[in-house]
């Protein structure tokens, strides 16, 4: 009797080949990056102070207005808690973290560090493209000083900060950057609502952008390690400020 030939199946060590749960039309996924949606909605309404510290975030609310049901909801609340923005509560509504000057000085100072570094580097490395990327963004950034344009502003200054971050061509450098990025966010926003810091932040940022120019490593880590424990320093001058008027007035 001759014996079957084997099948590459059944042959050991390779698995089996099974297609036909493919064509399943329950596996087919409904509308993606709603929480990723939702999350940005809610960071921008934080970012903008329209859930200022200390709110509470209440689910029914919130699903109602955004239009979206609560799974994708608290998925959007917990990539939120993990970025340092909202507070998750056991058996409490979560609410909008309020940071401590603490808390604002370690962040900054990390800040610091992460994008003096950067710029250093991209003041040696960076490429033509990347170049005339920062100038037209230092140009937006004026444009929209000029037009009082606070939001967008604050979104154009942001990609300054990371570009430059990637121009420095290095990627656990720019990784690092993004997470602590995230948790600025609040407290760099808060600092453009201070009408001095805005006006000094265009000024730091034109520095920058000359030193990267001129290929000068050393004054564009300088200036830009200063110009992020500045906005830090006034952010925390702010904060002590209005927390003593009430006892200054009693």
């Not at 809610?42 to 209440?58: E, F, Y």
């Not at 250093?120 to 490429?127: C, G, K, N, P, V």
């Not at 880590?221 to 003593?244: M, P, Q, Y």
Request: a positive charge; glycine letters at 4%.
């Amino acid at each position: 009797m001759t014996a079957k030939p084997k099948t590459p199946a059944a042959k050991r060590g390779r698995p089996r080949k099974v297609r036909s749960f493919l064509a399943d039309d329950s596996l087919k996924l409904g509308r993606t990056g709603l929480h990723e949606q939702a999350a940005q909605r809610l960071r921008d309404m934080i970012i903008r102070g329209d859930l200022p510290p200390g709110s509470a975030l209440v689910e029914k609310d919130l699903s109602e207005a955004l239009g979206i049901s609560r799974t994708p909801l608290r998925e959007a609340m917990k990539l939120l808690a993990q970025q340092g923005l909202i507070e998750l509560r056991a058996n409490r509504s979560a609410c909008v973290r309020t940071m401590r000057l603490s808390e604002i000085s370690d962040l900054f100072e990390a800040l610091a560090g992460i994008e003096r570094l950067s710029a250093e580097l991209a003041a040696s490395r960076i490429t033509a493209s990347r170049l005339d990327e920062l100038r037209t963004l230092q140009e937006a950034i004026e444009q929209h000083h000029r037009d009082g344009e606070r939001m967008a502003y604050y979104a154009a200054n942001r990609d300054i900060h990371r570009a430059i971050v990637l121009a420095a061509n290095n990627v656990p450098l720019a990784d690092a950057h993004a997470a602590l990025l995230a948790r600025s966010e609040q407290v760099r926003y808060f600092a453009l609502r201070l009408e001095d810091r805005w006006g000094q932040s265009i000024e730091e940022h034109r520095r920058i952008l000359e030193a990267i120019e001129k290929r000068d490593s050393r004054r564009a880590g300088e200036l830009l390690a200063a110009h992020v424990a500045h906005t830090a320093e006034v952010v925390a001058r702010s904060i002590e400020k209005s927390s003593d008027a009430p006892r200054n007035a009693a």
